[in-house]
């Protein structure tokens, strides 16, 4: 059991680090005065899932899913 606890917390680790990489790679919300003039309706601001934005949005709720369940499991006494 001692085995599996330490690969959990191996992964638990590497999910922090790369859940704060994907972070803060993402964009600020602001839109500025951009979106006054509708400039958020663009191709870009409709297909955003399909944008590099949208996959680190995907991302980042797998990672903060697994960095949760992680969590839990690793509290449990084994």
Known sequence: MEILRIILTVLFALDCVALTVVVLMQEGKQQGLGAIAGAADTYWGKNKGRSM????????KVMAALFF??????????
């Open 69 to 78: 369940i992680l969590a839990a499991v690793l509290n449990m006494s084994f």
């Open 53 to 60: 934005e949208g996959k680190l949005i995907t991302a980042t």
